[in-house]
């Protein structure tokens, strides 16, 4: 992608996030640029962003690309609600099976951090579940149609706290996990702790169980990070929360702490208002700017010779966040 | 009045619905997605008709007429309840 068609790329990301001075191209899009524009769009899950754009007229296009937008966007929303279907039909099977949950990522942010769902596209159901509970999750999902398409165990390097993914006959798609926080990043937060809390969103008069906000946050930063590059929708997802909801600052930096998850989640943070450009200071933005450790991964990075921005080269950046992390888990207790 | 159980989004064009009862979203655009938005209170079939006649300017009984499949549509889809 050239820088042009990043920074219309960044600038759909947050189309609608208050206080974001990105601006959208104020010229026509001819059809190659178009064409680049809904590919990566569609890649990166900003169907929503397109087409409210393009129907809002902040982005100019043609009466044939407002419609091809409105279309993706349709369809991806339709997709978004028969997995939400899904959604509701496994948490009844699970609280059947007295099987503890917690719903991650889309559905879950869609309804509590983004002020309008329709903004948020999801391709699958992320579930939380304890690593002793295998058996029974399985078991009661079978009973509403999933099977295991990826078996127990499964982990490759950008999901390696995935336990299984399982499938219905109709290709939707639910995603098992164990963990938030990969722990190649240092992290020692536990599961057990992720269960503690109550929070819970209304979805078609149910009730479903989440995490709080804090450790959506953390969840939402190693999400940004965990690929060969930032992810754009993490990110929004990032600001969506920090902005957002009813979010303890304080709170958050503790559980970062606690888990050891600071270098992450301060880069995390710092990205989201680089690339945003977000004028709204507020302390979790202002204390992931004081935050040095990153600095220190990058000068450490650079004394070992190491390539930074190469995550899966674990002798480099992706091994001295690593080791950073589990140096500020001393700092972290210290400071508490 | 609206059921309590339908999963929802907001469309530049409209609103999609689904229920437990269909396999596939419903669309609603135009006037369906300004009736489903009246029906955020419960509504008599003569309430929506009369806000409807004065929004689209057209006779009572054609909306009369197009209102009752529309609303029996969404009915049978478990999107909307019945009550006395």
Not at chain 1, 80 to 108: F, H, I, N, T
Request: one cysteine or more.
């Amino acid at each position: 992608m050239s820088i042009g068609h990043r920074d219309t790329l960044r600038a759909l990301t947050a189309y609608g996030l208050s206080g974001s001075l990105t601006r959208l191209p104020e010229g026509s899009l001819d059809d190659d640029a178009w064409t680049v524009l809904v590919t990566h769009a569609v890649r990166e899950g900003l169907q929503g962003q397109l087409a409210w754009a393009a129907a809002n007229g902040d982005l100019h296009v043609t009466a044939a690309q407002r419609e091809h937008a409105v279309d993706l966007h349709d369809t991806a929303m339709a997709a978004c609600l028969r997995l939400e279907g899904l959604l509701l039909e496994a948490l009844g099977a699970l609280r059947s099976a007295d099987v503890p949950v917690r719903v991650l990522k889309g559905s879950a942010l869609a309804h509590t951090a983004y002020g309008d769902a329709s903004l948020r596209v999801f391709r699958d159901i992320d579930l939380l579940v304890r690593a002793e509970d295998r058996h029974g999750v399985i078991a009661a999902l079978r009973r509403v149609g999933l099977r295991i398409l990826v078996p127990t165990g499964h982990g490759d390097d950008y999901s390696p706290s995935r336990m299984a993914i399982l499938r219905r006959t109709d290709g939707l798609t639910v995603d098992l996990h164990t963990k938030i926080a990969p722990s190649r990043f240092g992290s020692s937060l536990t599961t057990d702790v992720l269960f503690d809390s109550d929070t819970r969103y209304l979805l078609s008069g149910r009730e479903v169980p989440i995490l709080t906000p804090e450790q959506q946050l953390i969840h939402a930063c190693f999400g940004a990070l965990s690929g060969p590059r930032p992810r754009w929708v993490s990110l929004r997802d990032i600001a969506q929360l920090i902005l957002n909801t009813e979010m303890d600052h304080k709170s958050a930096l503790d559980e970062a702490r606690r888990g050891a998850t600071t270098p992450a989640v301060a880069r995390a943070i710092r990205l989201t208002w680089r690339e945003f450009e977000l004028a709204d200071r507020v302390p979790l933005s202002e204390w992931s700017m004081r935050d040095d450790t990153d600095g220190d991964a990058q000068r450490l990075s650079a004394t070992s010779g190491a390539v930074a921005g190469r995550p899966n080269d674990r002798t480099g950046w992706w091994g001295t966040l690593r080791r950073l992390g589990r140096a500020t888990l001393t700092t972290g207790v210290r400071k508490r | 009045m609206r059921s309590e159980a339908v999963l929802l989004r907001r469309t530049p064009d409209g609103l999609l619905l689904l229920t437990e009862r269909s396999d596939a979203p419903v669309v609603l655009r135009g006037t369906g997605a300004l009736t489903w938005e009246l029906l955020s209170r419960p509504s008599t079939l003569e309430e929506l008709a009369e806000v409807l006649e004065a929004a689209h300017d057209v006779d009572r009984e054609q909306v009369v007429a197009d209102l009752r499949p529309f609303l029996e549509t969404l009915r049978e889809a478990g999107a909307l309840e019945l009550t006395s």
